[in-house]
């Protein structure tokens, strides 16, 4: 695919070079990778969060985060851990109504996914120096893309989104004799750790708890708080990905569960 025509690489006063590119390595596979990875998540997400079933196993507690909180009158009892707040959804309306629109909104204007899919669904730019399909470029200037700097306050909502998911996990030590522990908790335990590092290592995260201020050494508490999400921060690409691999394994190892397809390993209960 060729550059449009003056602009970019093209333009005039720029050197002579008809290829949209002279990378010679294998470039397009991020972008690829990319696409893909995402696209399988939004589909089995989108699909998983409308079913309506196997969310919730009654003998271990365990609640799968695409139904957390569950507080409508549609949700199958035991599984409202806050109450029951609303009559029953129609179909459309996924039962974690309450929740799903933000962790999109947090995920949707992360700075890791915007680079992620301004590459790989916009091409903008594919890879670094590879030109741009389009000719005109206005960066996030403009609305809808305006928008993205509301970030932080879906980073506010992801925080208290993270703590009821830790309070479902801790919930969920039960067995119908009282305490219990299976794989269900290792894998719902590690889960929450790992959504933890998304969160805590959001560069919103790090702007609000120390990024924002010019003097650290008036704010030893707060310096010691943003080194913390510094160090995290290096790691959020690796944590945007491993989360989504860790919530469709939850999801899919509580669905199992709960359709007795297989049934849990326990260790106390
Ligand atoms: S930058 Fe990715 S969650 Fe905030």
Same mark, same amino acid.
Request: hydrophobic share 45%.
């Given at each position: 695919?060729?550059?449009?025509?003056?602009t970019?690489?093209?333009?005039?006063?720029r050197?002579?070079?008809a290829?949209? #590119?002279?990378?010679?390595?294998?470039?397009w596979?991020?972008?690829?990778?990319?696409?893909?990875?995402l696209?399988?998540?939004?589909?089995?997400?989108?699909i998983?969060?409308?079913?309506?079933t196997?969310?919730?196993?009654?003998?271990?507690?365990?609640?799968?985060?695409?139904?957390?909180?569950?507080?409508?009158?549609?949700c199958v009892?035991?599984?409202?851990?806050?109450?029951?707040?609303?009559g029953?959804?129609?179909?459309?309306?996924?039962?974690a109504?309450?929740?799903?629109?933000?962790?999109?909104?947090?995920?949707?204007? @992360?700075?890791?996914?915007?680079?992620?899919?301004?590459?790989s669904?916009?091409? =903008?730019?594919?890879a @670094?120096a590879?030109?741009?399909p389009?000719?005109?470029?206005t960066g996030?200037?403009?609305?809808?893309l305006?928008?993205q700097?509301?970030?932080?306050?879906?980073?506010?909502?992801?925080?208290?989104?993270?703590?009821?998911?830790?309070?479902?996990?801790i919930?969920?030590?039960?067995?119908?004799?009282?305490?219990?522990?299976?794989?269900?908790?290792v894998?719902?335990?590690?889960?929450?750790?790992?959504?933890?590092?998304?969160?805590?290592? @959001?560069?919103?995260c790090?702007h609000? #708890?120390?990024?924002?201020?010019?003097?650290?050494?008036?704010h030893?508490?707060?310096?010691?708080?943003? #080194?913390?999400?510094?160090?995290?921060?290096?790691?959020?690409?690796?944590f945007?990905?491993?989360?989504?691999?860790t919530?469709?394994i939850?999801? @899919?190892?509580?669905?199992?569960?709960?359709?007795?397809?297989? =049934?849990?390993?326990?260790?106390?209960?």
């Amino acid at each position: 695919m060729s550059a449009p025509a003056a602009t970019g690489v093209r333009s005039a006063t720029r050197a002579r070079i008809a290829d949209r #590119t002279l990378r010679t390595d294998r470039w397009w596979i991020t972008p690829l990778l990319t696409v893909l990875g995402l696209t399988v998540f939004v589909v089995y997400a989108t699909i998983r969060s409308f079913v309506r079933t196997a969310y919730w196993v009654e003998d271990y507690h365990y609640l799968t985060p695409f139904y957390s909180p569950c507080v409508s009158a549609s949700c199958v009892p035991g599984s409202s851990h806050f109450g029951v707040w609303v009559g029953e959804l129609p179909m459309w309306i996924p039962l974690a109504f309450l929740s799903l629109p933000f962790l999109l909104g947090f995920r949707l204007t @992360c700075y890791y996914y915007r680079k992620a899919y301004y590459r790989s669904f916009w091409l =903008s730019p594919p890879a @670094c120096a590879v030109a741009e399909p389009r000719a005109g470029y206005t960066g996030e200037t403009r609305l809808p893309l305006i928008l993205q700097n509301v970030h932080r306050y879906f980073f506010y909502v992801g925080f208290v989104i993270s703590l009821v998911n830790t309070y479902d996990a801790i919930l969920a030590f039960h067995s119908p004799g009282g305490f219990g522990f299976g794989l269900g908790n290792v894998i719902l335990v590690i889960n929450v750790i790992l959504l933890w590092g998304y969160t805590l290592s @959001c560069h919103s995260c790090r702007h609000v #708890t120390g990024g924002r201020l010019k003097h650290f050494s008036k704010h030893p508490v707060r310096y010691r708080i943003w #080194t913390f999400a510094s160090r995290l921060n290096t790691r959020h690409m690796q944590f945007a990905w491993i989360t989504l691999g860790t919530l469709i394994i939850t999801d @899919c190892y509580i669905m199992l569960v709960a359709s007795g397809t297989i =049934s849990d390993l326990r260790f106390v209960g």
